[in-house]
């Protein structure tokens, strides 16, 4: 055979290669060097901007494996590779699919011609990948009272988009959104220079929490998302994986529960400590308090006996200042009878009156199998953001009951000056003891996993709106209808501007007198 000749059948094996990867006739394979093929890739127009979803976890559809991830920008899906007996690259020939973001170095390449592609039209998709925010943005937010327009048509404001429930994990939602409004804490996790860098004890699958949270937060304020919603599933993911299948996405639980684990978690996953300044989680919820305690005498015991034994150390009333993250309110059991109309009328009790737990004077008794002991508590440090924690539910050996009384509440000016200890350098620490309610999380339904629902009730703080948010479902909504709720988590940020005027505050005192 003559060279000519074999150049030519080289020339057809190369043209039925061509054939092969691509379908389109009009295909001409380009072997100029002198032209630039990352700059100028033919496949940009068949990315499919609509169908892209970075919310999920990062791992191949075929192999499951977390090495190594591309995102096809044409369908959307997972592979892992990109090298020739790879599942991406399989993919390209037999799909025709061609453009493809590493989902770790956000570098995209065209298969399977293997070349990168460097276009400045594609920064929006690596930017929804992994949004980022300047200290000049951040500041804006408290400002920012603009809608943003997503990819799919759909108007939002950043930070109030609906979260995907995945199954049953509503009550996971409610939380997660209240925490992103938290201003402190929203600041804090936007920037993710402020945790990356944060050493933990080998081993310690903790600090994955804060990287998740991290990640959700920026999502949930990115001005420049593609949809108008945000699905939590890493999040999830994670809180299952550190809470040791304790919380799980497909069984409902119980938001104060999942409160109380999460703060600490995510306070051991910044290094955090028992010192007071060692997170911004202790930083911005973590207040103090003294319990005052002592134990009650039996009834049968003589009048002679019981009088030596209040005399010993064990009867005496013992004081013990304690931090804490947020406070339990017990709601008055709801009354038995139905009233003269024959109906059962919703009880209602003030705030003030369950607060009044907190005042240092009113005592309760809490009973053991073994013994009863009576605490009184007055607080002696008022945190930033204040939790608090309305008991609703109780559980006995058959089943879980709930009280439906509706707690009234101012929702903004509610003063917690008589709460606080009477000692003078208590007093003198605290120049500003007013809160306004920001986030209102609600129990619709009954009692029990899976029967009830959980709704949010979050401001807006650039705006000064209420909206309403359950799980997708975003709609704006009026104050006055926030207090006729069934309240079972607040969150109350403390006003330390010079608003604290005395005819707008409500002293926990006066609402008290107002509540008789």
């Known amino acids: 055979m003559s060279k000519s000749a074999a150049r030519s059948a080289e ?41 892209l979803d970075f919310d999920f976890e990062k791992l191949c559809s075929v192999s499951l494996s977390h090495l190594n991830v591309y995102a096809c920008l044409v369908c959307g899906k997972y592979f892992q590779g990109r090298g020739q007996k790879s599942h991406a690259y399989t993919h390209s020939v037999q799909i025709n699919h061609r453009v493809y973001l590493n989902l770790h170095t956000l570098k995209f390449y065209c298969l399977p011609d293997n070349y990168e592609i460097k276009d400045s039209s594609l920064e929006d998709v690596t930017y929804v990948l992994k949004p980022t925010f300047t200290p000049a943005l951040i500041k804006q937010l408290n400002t920012n009272v603009k809608l943003f327009r997503a990819y799919d048509g759909t108007t939002y404001l950043p930070g109030i988009v609906g979260l995907n429930n995945i199954k049953a994990n509503d009550y996971c939602n409610v939380l ?35 990287q998740r949270f991290g990640e959700l937060n920026r999502k949930m304020w990115n001005p420049r998302n593609f949809k108008a919603h945000v699905s939590p599933h890493e999040m999830l993911q994670s809180v299952v994986l550190c809470s040791k299948k304790r919380f799980q996405i497909t069984e409902q639980g119980d938001p104060v529960e999942f409160l109380a684990w999460f703060l600490n978690a995510l306070h051991a996953s910044l290094g955090g400590n028992k010192k007071r300044m060692s997170s911004i989680l202790s930083k911005t919820f973590q207040g103090k308090m003294k ?12 009048e002679r006996e019981r009088r030596e034994l209040m005399k010993t150390d064990e009867y005496k009333e013992t004081c013990v200042e304690t931090p804490f993250l947020f406070l339990t309110l017990d709601i008055p059991p709801a009354p038995l009878f139905k009233d003269e109309l024959e109906q059962n009328i919703i009880p209602q009790v003030p705030l003030s009156t369950l607060l009044a737990k907190f005042d240092g004077v009113t005592e309760k008794e809490y009973k053991t199998y073994k013994d009863s002991t009576i605490k009184r508590f007055e607080l002696t440090r008022l945190p930033p ?26 929702v903004k000016n509610i003063d917690f000056t008589d709460l606080l200890s009477k000692d003078p350098e208590v007093r003198a620490r605290h120049p500003h003891t007013t809160y306004d309610l920001m986030a209102n999380i609600v129990h619709d339904g009954e009692p029990g996993a899976g029967k009830g629902t959980y709704r949010l009730h979050v401001l807006h703080k650039a705006s000064q709106k209420w909206y309403e948010i359950q799980d997708l479902h975003v709609a704006d909504v009026l104050p006055q209808l926030i207090t006729l709720s ?3 988590i607040q969150i109350w940020e403390l006003k330390t501007g010079n608003d604290k005027a005395g005819s707008t505050t409500n002293s926990v005192e006066e609402m008290r007198e107002s509540g008789k």
């Open 176 to 210: 997660l959104h209240a925490f992103v409004h938290v201003v402190p804490l929203r600041d804090y996790f936007l920037e993710e220079k402020n945790y990356i860098n944060i050493k933990l004890k080998p081993g310690n699958i903790i600090g994955l929490l804060a």
């Open 385 to 410: 953001y204040l939790i608090i924690c309305i008991k609703r539910f109780t559980k006995n050996t058959f089943f879980i009951e709930k009280n439906r009384t509706i707690v009234n509440f101012p």
């Open 486 to 488: 069934e309240a079972y």
């Open 11 to 51: 020339r057809k094996r190369k043209i039925a290669l061509v054939e092969e990867y691509d379908s389109d006739d009009d295909y001409e394979h380009v072997n100029d060097p002198l032209i630039d093929k990352s700059r100028s890739c033919p496949y940009l127009d068949t990315i499919k901007r609509s169908v």
């Open 291 to 302: 319990a005052f305690s002592r134990k009650v005498l039996p009834l049968d015991v003589p």
